[in-house]
């Protein structure tokens, strides 16, 4: 059974760190491209990075470029996602997704919520 697990989020004053974790299970984790999006409420879900399979190749939304960094261990099944500075917009629910050719997984997210 394919499993996308997020953890990490919370609450985080303005200008803090978080690291997101998203641990997978049920699919060969190395195949797959690997991104994390975000969801305000009110918002459609966006983008934010993306990781390729190997870890060689990373895109980020202009959002979160210069904050935050993906990264994955292909020996743990896991993708993370490190973010800092971060702004009161930049809370949500951050969702990983694992995609390949024919296939897409969604997680079912970890809130964070960034507030003085």
């Known amino acids: 059974q394919v499993q996308l697990v997020e953890s990490g989020g919370g609450l985080v004053q303005p200008g803090g760190s978080l690291r997101l974790s998203c641990a997978a299970t049920?699919?060969?984790?190395?195949?797959?491209?690997m991104s994390w999006y975000r969801q305000s409420p009110g918002k459609e879900r966006e983008w934010v990075a993306t990781?390729?399979?190997?870890?060689?190749?990373?895109n980020y939304a202009d959002s979160i470029k210069g904050r935050g960094t993906i990264s994955r261990d292909n020996a743990k099944n896991s993708v993370y996602l490190q973010l800092n500075s971060l702004k009161p917009e930049d809370t949500a629910v951050y969702y990983c997704?694992?995609?390949?050719?024919?296939?897409?997984?969604w997680g079912q997210g970890t809130q964070v919520t960034v507030s003085s």
């Open positions: 049920g699919f060969v984790f190395r195949g797959y491209t």
């Open positions: 997704n694992a995609r390949n050719t024919w296939l897409n997984y």
């Open positions: 990781i390729s399979g190997t870890g060689a190749s990373t």
